[in-house]
């Protein structure tokens, strides 16, 4: 019998299922303190952003070898310590494939946001102005996006936006040898230079410098607009903020931060920039999708335990 802990909420179709298969489920949130001495009852658990797995976490849910597997609901690792987990045998799964065309419909959301100001005008005209000489836009037909990682949300995003007639140009960490038949790859340099619009899908941990800091953005096109819905960190906030004021970047939109619950209030309250609360994957598509992609890693975890043969995949 396994004993599962969803500690940050699950679908709840997918949440039956389990419970069907007579595995001991409970799902609740626990706080650092309650589940360091709760993490020791479960097998696996199932995390979103909330939980943090954190190296002190790992060394309570090892004291008793329950803890074999942690999955995370999401496609980021960066709450979890993976290099500790699996350093003491503990399997970190993700759901890579749920959430890609959720998080890339997000991204175009923000650029038409951006380029029309929906943001600005909505809240203006809620306070009673009717301010239309001040939000002339531009359109995104013909405009270049920059595309910087070009793993699965990457290109689910470049196939999107070049429906919508923009010019796609990426560039992968993993090097040139990430190929595409319909979009070309370019170095750093050149992406930033000829970008009008650049959005962000690479991972990030919280203990690396940003990507994109004070330099980079200095290399940038004048006028560009910045997009992250990868990590929190990926961009230097104050950088960022600091070129917003300077006027050379036109406008930027956030969904990831630092801190979540965002703390950051000159970034949340800037007129220049799109915000919204860590949402890429907050549809019911992508939380089904997500929910089942669990339910697989569970069933095969189970199946494999049972034969003592564990499989990492990340």
């Known amino acids: 019998m396994l004993n599962i802990l969803i500690a940050d909420g699950m679908e709840k179709s997918s949440l039956e299922v389990l419970e069907k298969m007579n595995f001991n489920v409970v799902d609740h949130h626990y706080d650092k303190n309650d589940l360091m001495v709760e993490i020791k009852k479960y097998n696996i658990i199932v995390v979103r952003s909330a939980t943090k797995i954190t190296k002190d976490i790992i060394d309570e849910a090892v004291k008793d070898s329950n803890l074999k597997l942690i999955i995370r609901a999401g496609v980021g690792l960066d709450n979890i310590d993976v290099d500790y987990a699996k350093e003491n045998g503990i399997i970190v799964r993700n759901t890579p494939n749920a959430s890609s065309s959720s998080v890339a419909e997000l991204v175009l959301a923000h650029i038409f946001n951006m380029a029309r100001f929906l943001h600005n005008s909505n809240i203006s005209m809620r306070k009673g102005e009717w301010n239309k000489k001040n939000y002339q836009g531009v359109e995104i037909e013909g405009k270049v996006l920059g595309i910087i990682g070009f793993g699965r949300i990457g290109k689910v995003l470049a196939e999107k936006a070049s429906a919508l007639g923009m010019q796609i140009k990426f560039y992968d960490p993993l090097g040139p040898g990430i190929t595409s038949e319909d979009f070309r790859y370019c170095d750093l340099e050149e992406l930033f230079k000829t970008s009008d619009f650049i959005s962000l899908h690479i991972p990030h941990k919280r203990c690396d410098k940003a990507i994109i800091a004070k330099d980079e953005i200095e290399k940038m096109k004048d006028g560009v607009y910045l997009i992250n819905c990868a990590r929190g960190g990926v961009i230097d906030e104050e950088a960022l903020l600091d070129a917003l004021d300077a006027g050379t970047i036109a406008g930027a939109a956030i969904d990831v931060f630092m801190d979540e619950p965002c703390t950051n209030r000159r970034l949340c309250t800037h007129d220049k920039v799109s915000v919204t609360p860590h949402i890429g ?30 499989i990492e995949t990340i």
Do not use: H, P, V, W
Not at 294 to 305: A, R, T, W
């Open 281 to 310: 994957g907050s549809t019911k598509e992508a939380q089904r999708k997500i929910g089942e992609e669990i339910n697989d890693i569970i069933l095969e975890f189970y199946k494999g335990s049972k034969a003592n043969d564990y």
